[in-house]
Nanobody
Framework: QLVESGGGSVQAGASLRLSCVAS????????MAWFRQAPGKEREFVSA????????HYADSMKGRFTISRDNDKNTVYLDMNSLKSDDTAAYYC???????????????????WGQGTQVTVSS
């Protein structure tokens, strides 16, 4: 089970930290990812992190503004979002792909488990 938190309504330029707590004792063995879905659009990849937390991958539009991290002792993955824009408005989903999925190959089809989503609304 994946449970996200940290969404909210903010002004453009603000920052938010999303958190995702995972249940299960094998959290540290799996890559984790964040996706987002805006109204009327397809769900899109945001970022992913390897099991150990040292390897990360980002969608081009998020590079430099978003940072993914994880704390395996807390079974938690984070997404720090800075300089938010109105285009970042979406539901953000925590996702768990299969254990050996390369970060660059994490797509919607590669996800085994999804969180329920947390809404981020950015007003200009």
């Amino acid at each position: 089970q994946l449970v996200e938190s940290g969404g909210g309504s903010v002004q453009a330029g603000a920052s938010l930290r999303l958190s995702c707590v995972a249940s299960g004792r094998t959290f540290g063995s799996y890559p984790m990812a964040w996706f987002r879905q805006a109204p009327g659009k397809e769900r899109e990849f945001v970022s992913a992190i390897g099991p150990g937390g040292t390897i990360t991958h980002y969608a081009d539009s998020m590079k430099g503004r978003f940072t993914i991290s994880r704390d395996n002792d807390k079974n938690t993955v984070y997404l720090d979002m800075n300089s938010l824009k109105s285009d970042d408005t979406a539901a953000y989903y925590c996702a768990a792909p299969a254990r050996l999925t390369p970060l660059q190959k994490i797509t919607v089809a590669a996800i085994n488990y999804w969180g329920q989503g947390t809404q981020v609304t950015v007003s200009s």
